[in-house]
């Protein structure tokens, strides 16, 4: 098969495609036909060597984390309901001490475990989105079948450490396989097409679980002014609209050229970056590093709250309280929850290009050098 090929650690464009053999599923995993891939951080931060003093990143690798596709074969125990002992070579529960060393984006995933100047916390209801809250690993995971389409989010075998259910070998590539047992993996309703099933994984997860962390309602948070940096990325344009349906007056960051998109999906004002109004009631940062948050902190009013999702983990500011929202297990809900939000309409990724396969490696390239509004999708075969 042809895969996206790291040989080893430096910027995308030293990437290559190339043929490799097609990873065969063990016990507890499935092997996928892959028709979509988008890209996240991780992929192009963790070949960089910006995390290589804490991870040892084995090459050659093959990025890709959100995908979507065809199920292919079946490893041995995928087709038996849950609590039948599938499984193979994960951990179940999260133990990853986040006051590690780990940077600012290894991607934009976050979730249930919320850590920093307010302690820990979990659960809560995220407004607007379906399922319950506090799944956790494994429930709610059923078998698979070959033929089944499928779509989610998995990490790269190299952060097993790390506590995720979710691991494979690799999305840019014409096959992977991953672990059956997992909420991070869910079935593709047919109403989902395969771009947008495999723009969504990482940034609906997350802007659901900033939303339940949030705890916004619009029966009691109508007007809170809301501030959101990075607003037209791709986790900030998936969470725009959620927030314009509490009623919050949200506040985005923007260049002038991005202004009208980000209104578009719901922003009262528009600032740019570092510019940032006094006396919000809520920010949430989703593209500042963690140790960088003195001037988004300095506009939240006493008594505010601040979350933010990228490392390291921010410190605690006087007066506001400052969270680190995390999730490696799926207590805010799993990827079946964000697929029932998707096709009732509550959830959708913004997709800023689409790449055919030939051009991944420039699909990388773009994503760690040209500015972008939303996601960037490859197209690794052709569908319906």
Known sequence: MEAVIARQYGPPRQHEIAEVPIPEPGPGQIQVRIAAVSINPADVRLVSGDFRAAIDLPFPHIPGND?????????????????????HDVGGGASWDVSGGVGAGVGERVGAVVVGGGGVVGGGGVA????????????????YSVGDEVFGFATPRALRHMGSSSLSTGALAEYAVFEARTPFL???????????????????????????????????????????????????????????????????????????????????EVVGYGDYPAGVDLAFNVVVAGDALDGIAAAVKPGGRLLTITFPPPPAFDGIDVR?????????????????????GRLRARIDRTY?????????????????????????????
């Not at 607007?128 to 078998?143: H, I, N, Q, R, T």
């Not at 037209?232 to 998109?261: K, S």
């Open 67 to 87: 995908f979507a596709g065809t199920v292919t074969a079946l490893g041995e125990g995928v087709d038996r309901p849950v609590g039948e002992g599938i499984g």
């Open 186 to 268: 869910a079935h593709r309703p047919p109403e989902l097409d395969v771009e947008q099933a495999a723009a969504l994984p990482t940034v609906g997860l997350t802007a659901r679980a900033l939303m339940a962390s949030a705890d916004l309602r619009s029966d009691t948070h109508a007007g809170r002014r809301v501030l959101v940096v990075g607003a037209t990325g791709g986790v900030g344009t998936t969470l725009l609209p959620l927030l314009a349906e509490t009623g919050a007056h949200v506040i985005a960051t923007a260049r002038p050229e991005d202004a009208d998109l980000v209104r578009a999906l719901g922003a009262k």
């Open 356 to 384: 055919a396969f030939g051009d991944a490696v420039q699909a990388l390239t773009d994503f760690a050098e040209r500015h972008k509004t939303g996601k960037l999708v490859v197209r690794v075969r052709s569908r319906a």
């Open 128 to 143: 607007g989105a379906s399922g319950d809250v506090g799944a956790g690993f494994g429930e709610g995971v059923g078998g």
């Open 324 to 344: 680190l929202v995390l999730d490696m297990e799926g207590r805010f809900g799993g990827m079946a929850e964000v697929a029932a939000d998707a096709v009732a």
